[in-house]
């Protein structure tokens, strides 16, 4: 597996600059009714890396938290 450290980095930075597209959509078309899927698809892709970096540090906290929240990007994405 990939080291652990470089799965976090790649977690936090796709969670933190996941709202860029739905802030810009916004801003361009000065309407905030609909969702970007493109924040969707990046912060799905970083609950992703942050649930695959809590199984690889072993951190049952982390784990437990974004394996839920994966479960929620799923069924709001579906």
């Given at each position: 597996m990939?080291?652990?450290n470089?799965?976090?980095m790649i977690a936090g930075t796709l969670t933190?600059?996941?709202f860029?597209?739905?802030?810009?959509?916004t801003w361009r078309s000065k309407s905030a009714?609909?969702?970007s899927y493109g924040m969707f698809l990046i912060f799905s892709t970083g609950?992703?890396?942050?649930?695959?970096?809590?199984?690889?540090?072993?951190?049952?906290?982390?784990?437990v938290a974004f394996d839920h929240a994966g479960f929620g990007c799923c069924y709001i994405g579906a």
């Open positions: 990939t080291d652990p470089l799965l976090g933190t600059v996941a860029v597209p739905q802030v810009l959509k009714k609909d969702v609950v992703l890396f942050w649930l695959f970096y809590g199984i690889a540090i072993g951190a049952a906290p982390i784990v």
